[in-house]
T-cell receptor
């Protein structure tokens, strides 16, 4: 089945130790998004790629970076994780302009910062 | 103007009841209104979505009612089951800005 895959599902890192989360998709969608979701909150958009064009949200800390080497893959890099960065990180994809502008979410990566 | 206001924050119903979750928006440019269901530890999954050219859409036990003039839309779950216990998010987007604006979510508990 076409889907959005995130690896790893659980990631434990130490305070200040860089970490990379990955997302891949078989939907061939133009847009890939990264969200941060904390407990009992809605997903918060960090940034997205429309094809190769990177779009950062104004309030996304510089500590968060992203790479999209090709259509299928997108990475979230957290350069120096703090305790406040512990959260679920969600990847999503969409293909705007089609009949359904739906975002399809992956299962998420739960990040723990020690 | 970009906000989507969702209520209630939490909701408890008995099995077979009809929980109703409401959302309101201000941005008249919004033209796509999805509902997502999220179980603990999982990513949100699209449940049902509506565009403003219809006032109601049904998919199985889930119904969206849409009131364009009031800028409100709601989710109704018919014959609710304990397996429906989850957090539900409404959202909105516009063709010119395809990013989703989420409501704050409703934690639904369906008791057996």
């Amino acid at each position: 089945d076409a889907m959005v895959i995130q690896n790893p599902r659980y990631q434990v890192t130490q305070f200040g130790k860089p970490v990379t989360l990955s997302c891949s998709q078989t939907l061939n969608h133009n847009v890939m998004y990264w969200y941060q979701q904390k407990s009992s909150q809605a997903p918060k958009l960090l940034f997205h790629y429309y094809d190769k064009d990177f779009n950062n949200e104004a309030d996304t800390p510089d500590n968060f970076q992203s790479r999209r080497p090709n259509t299928s893959f997108c990475f979230l890099d957290i350069r120096s994780p703090g305790l406040g960065d512990a959260a679920m990180y969600l990847c999503a994809t969409s293909s705007p302009g089609q009949a359904a502008d739906t975002q399809y979410f992956g299962p998420g990566t739960r990040l723990t910062v020690l | 103007q970009q906000q989507v206001k969702q209520s209630p924050q939490s909701l408890i119903v008995q099995k077979g009841g009809i929980p109703i979750i409401n959302c309101a928006y201000e941005n008249t440019a919004f033209d796509y209104f999805p509902w997502y269901q999220q179980f603990p530890g999982k990513g949100p999954a699209l449940l049902i979505a509506i565009r403003p050219d219809v006032s109601e859409k049904k998919e199985g036990r889930f119904t969206i009612s849409f009131n364009k003039s009031a800028k409100q839309f709601s989710l109704h779950i018919m014959d609710s089951q304990p397996g429906d216990s989850a957090t539900y998010f409404c959202a909105a987007s516009s063709g010119s800005n395809y990013k989703l604006t989420f409501g704050k979510g409703t934690l639904l508990t369906v008791n057996p």
